[in-house]
Structures are given as structure tokens and as C-alpha cells.
């Protein structure tokens, strides 16, 4: 797998999940991975793709489900790179409504963890345009139960599978628990 099959994938699932969920690039997350500066990626995503859209930091801060995939790839100077790809999940507190409220980070990962590092950097830099005016906290990243994958190749894809179809409340990725 690598960033264009994981991009296209996630753009065919944009169409099928709830309205309130929010898919991430893999793009993006890598380069907030990279950056690790969140008023510099902040302001790249600010500015709306066209005229009259919402930019995609006013999405995050509005989403109450945000989910980005989240690669090992550590060498910014390869152009592909990185071989195993795991979710991080940003879901806001029920009740708080869109936006105004707190949340947590939950990390899908199909390989017992070995992406903890990497989404927890990630969601370090992402936090601050999740919710704003929180910063210099320590990021709870949540090991979420997932189906443990049988080949290197099947990684986010055996995440992903727990979207369900649009508006569908019964999905897991809505109802998820933590691991123990």
C-alpha cells in the first residue's frame, strides 16, 4: 500500500460514512509528522480549497469524528516510504456539540501498536486545530481493540473496515471501546 491507493481509498469512503465524519489525507497527517508545528500547519489549512468552502482547519474544528491514517515513514526526503499504516481517530465528547468541546484521541492500529509513536506525534501537532486553545497538554492516545492483521499487506485496510455506510450509527468506529 502507499499514500495514492490509501488517498483513493479514503476519498471512496468520504462517500459512504456519516456527514459528521471528517477523512484526512494521508498527505496531511505525514506532514504534520513532519512538521510538527501546528500554527504552520494551521495556516496552510486555512485557506479554503475554492471559493465559498470551508477551509479544512474550520472543518476539524467543527467535525466531532476526525480520522487520518497514519504511516511509519520517517524520512521526509523519500517520496514513498514507511510500511505500515494504522487510524488516528479524534472523536469529541458526546453532548459537548460540534466543536465546542473536548475529546480524545483513539489510535486503530492492526500491528499491536508499532505506529503508537508516529500517531502520537501526529496528533500532538493536530491538536491544536482540533481544539483550540489547548496546547502544552499531554496527548492520551487510546489503543482501541482492533482485528489484528494476517499479512503486512492488509494493515489500514483491516481498520478501515469497521466504517460503516453513511449515517449508519451501528458502525464500530462510532461505538468503539478501548482496549484493557
Not at 497514519?70 to 517520496?79: G, L, Y
Not at 456539540?97 to 501526529?122: I, L, M, T, W
Not at 483491516?158 to 458502525?171: E, I, K, Q
Request: with cysteine.
Amino acid at each position: 500500500l502507499n499514500d495514492q491507493l490509501i488517498a483513493y481509498y479514503f476519498e471512496h469512503l468520504a462517500r459512504n460514512i456519516a456527514a459528521d465524519a471528517l477523512l484526512l489525507e494521508p498527505s496531511l497527517s505525514h506532514m504534520a509528522a513532519i512538521l510538527q508545528d501546528s500554527d504552520t500547519l494551521c495556516e496552510m489549512l486555512s485557506v479554503p480549497s475554492t471559493r465559498g468552502a470551508t477551509s479544512i482547519a474550520d472543518q476539524m474544528r467543527a467535525c466531532p469524528l476526525v480520522i487520518t491514517p497514519i504511516n511509519d515513514k520517517s524520512d521526509p526526503d523519500e517520496i514513498e516510504g514507511g510500511c505500515h499504516w494504522s487510524l488516528l481517530v479524534f472523536r469529541r465528547w458526546a453532548g459537548m456539540g460540534q466543536g465546542s468541546g473536548s475529546g480524545k484521541f483513539e489510535h486503530y492500529d492492526s500491528c499491536k501498536g508499532v505506529n503508537a509513536p508516529h500517531a502520537r506525534a501526529v496528533a500532538r501537532c493536530l491538536l491544536p486545530l482540533l481544539q483550540p486553545g489547548v496546547g502544552g497538554v499531554t496527548i492520551q492516545l487510546v489503543a482501541m481493540q482492533t482485528p489484528q492483521q494476517a499479512t503486512p499487506s492488509q494493515t489500514v485496510l483491516v481498520a478501515t473496515s469497521h466504517l460503516g455506510p453513511r449515517g449508519s450509527s451501528s458502525s464500530p468506529m462510532y461505538h468503539a471501546r478501548h482496549t484493557d
